[in-house]
């Protein structure tokens, strides 16, 4: 195996996801300087969600057309656009419009969509791109979209994003020339950051930059092309529809073999030849309805809470929480890529151990602001620890369906990619309303929250 592929694979990987996760960790610093204020992250997840119309278009053109759509220029026009938008984000996030009497950040909203375009569409051409090359390289593609969650979260480290100090609210309010509230001792307080939300946006724009690099390198260099699993893939019977035909016509190996799709595959034959083994039909359903879980949970639904279940323990255990569980993704890649597993049973009980993790995390959420050993260093340990393993758990889970899938073709990526938009939509969906309409999770104030001992 090359080692330039693999770090290839990685940074294209890198690009998949980093917009939008730059976007989340940076909310502390653009909050208060617009007049969303923390209205934005409701207005984000609907925006990502309106987005899913690209990953829909790239997979109804495999479904009705296949081979019709070339997936390579579909990634240089979303990672172009990816970088002009996170650069002109930079320079206009501030700005506002006036819409019917008050002001609104347009542009800042419609670069966000456009941004949301581009990292929703990558979950249906970048992995389906994956699959010209040997299937080692996908495990190393997986840990690259971990690190588009971990280094824009180690950016934001470094730039002090969300650091509250708490202070005497006299002091505090004499300093902003204010009137302090007597009932209140203490008062949060948030440190300027090292360097403003400008230079993180050009920042993100470097890292799609890089990203895009690698994608022209892992097209076009010379060592990258000996590591093509077959220049077959690359004739022009592709551009024909014809591609995906003619490799399973012309070879058996479970690598090229077209995939029914999830619905399809349940229907028809009782039993189907599904990647390296034989899988019943309702064991590939299971698959399927396991990815949605998973990317459900990881993708939309923890990550809606993650403030609620970890603040209370303080400031200190939400950014050792989010932290360590981005680094869990690449970690699990690793793992994966070292200790692979075809096993379903072993699969559906890690999957069960991960979302107990979830549960108490969850739950941890739901007690909200005096959650369990609130008082207590181990509380933090523990809430620590269950991201981590939370994440650790799914991701490997995650890895082993992307492997799977990868050994029935192309179109099977295409699918895999198309379930994860949809659990990861299904769970935004039901998070939303639980979340900002019903306001079901309180979060307490870092410096005043009072919780029984």
Not at 155 to 165: D, E, K, R, T
Not at 239 to 253: A, F, V, Y
């Amino acid at each position: 195996m090359s080692l330039l592929t693999h770090a290839l694979a990685c940074l294209f990987g890198m690009g998949s996801w980093v917009a939008i996760n730059g976007m989340w960790v940076e909310l502390p610093l653009v909050v208060p300087e617009i007049p969303e204020g923390w209205y934005l992250p409701s207005y984000l997840t609907v925006l990502i969600q309106m987005a899913n119309v690209g990953p829909l278009f790239v997979t109804l053109m495999h479904r009705f057309r296949p081979g019709a759509l070339d997936e390579r220029p579909v990634i240089y026009g979303i990672v172009a656009l990816g970088i002009v938008a996170t650069f002109l984000l930079a320079f206009f996030w501030r700005h506002t419009v006036a819409i019917g009497g008050s002001l609104h950040s347009v542009p800042l909203l419609v670069l966000s969509f456009l941004l949301s375009v581009v990292d929703c569409t990558s979950s249906v051409t970048f992995l389906p791109f994956m699959m010209r090359l040997r299937p080692q390289y996908l495990t190393t593609y997986f840990a690259g979209e971990g690190l588009s969650g971990l280094v824009p979260a180690l950016v934001a480290l470094i730039q002090g994003v969300g650091v509250v100090q708490c202070r005497n609210a006299s002091l505090a309010a004499a300093a902003a020339n204010t009137t302090a509230d007597d009932s209140a001792e203490l008062t949060a307080v948030y440190l300027p950051a090292k360097f403003p939300a400008q230079v993180f946006f050009v920042l993100l724009s470097a890292m799609m930059a890089v990203s895009l690099a690698a994608f022209v390198l892992l097209n076009h260099h010379p060592a990258v092309a000996r590591e093509r699993k077959s220049d077959l893939y690359f004739s022009g019977d592709l551009g024909l529809g014809k591609g995906e035909q003619g490799l399973s016509l012309r070879t058996h190996t479970p690598e090229q073999k077209p995939m029914l799709s999830p619905l399809e595959a349940v229907r028809r034959e009782p039993r189907s030849s599904f990647g390296r083994g034989t899988y019943s039909c309702l064991e590939v359903a299971f698959i399927f309805v396991v990815l949605a879980w998973v990317n459900a949970l990881t993708n939309a639904v923890l990550p809606s809470v993650q403030s609620y279940s970890c603040l209370p323990y303080g400031n200190k255990a939400y950014h050792l929480a989010a932290t360590m569980a981005a680094v869990a993704n690449p970690v699990a890649c690793f793992i994966a890529m070292f200790m692979p597993t075809r096993s379903l049973v072993f699969m559906g009980s890690l999957t069960m151990l991960g979302s107990g993790f979830g549960a108490y995390i969850m739950a941890m959420a739901a007690l909200s602001p005096c959650p369990l050993l609130v008082h207590s260093a181990s509380g933090t340990v523990v809430i620590v620890l269950a991201w981590v393993l939370f994440v650790l758990t799914l991701s490997y889970v995650k890895v082993t369906i992307g492997v799977i899938l990868r050994d029935e073709g192309h179109s099977a990526l295409v699918w895999c990619g198309a379930v994860v938009q949809l659990g990861s939509m299904v769970g935004a969906v039901s998070m939303f309303p639980l979340v900002s309409v019903y306001g079901l999770f309180k979060s307490g104030d870092a410096c005043n929250t009072k919780c029984p001992a």
